[in-house]
């Protein structure tokens, strides 16, 4: 009962603020994007990996790895590839100070 009493009002006050968002497109963040996905995740369709896109200005790269859902737990070391991939590509596409 006392565990309950100590989480009862932070999750109810995370559970209004998920029900009650509703996303309203916006300009996008002024940083690069790496959008990641298990190529056997059902619940991420490769054809959606790129609605991403919208959500920055910056640099989008994609990378699809041979997991489910749960790539950082599936694939760590590949995934750290694959993001170090991604700020090379990032550090080579910024104006040179």
């Known amino acids: 009962d006392d565990f309950l009493e100590v989480m009862a009002r932070p999750l109810r006050a995370d559970w209004l603020i998920y029900d009650g968002y509703r996303y309203h497109p916006a300009p996008g963040l002024p940083v690069p994007i790496l959008a990641v996905r ?23 790269l994609t990378a699809e790895l041979d997991c489910g859902h749960w790539v950082l737990e599936e694939r760590s070391a590949e995934l750290a590839r694959e993001i170090s991939a991604a700020l090379s590509v990032i550090r080579r596409s910024e104006p040179a100070a």
């Open 38 to 60: 298990g190529t056997r995740d059902a619940s991420v369709p490769a054809d959606e990996l790129g609605l991403w896109q919208d959500q920055t200005s910056a640099i989008f």
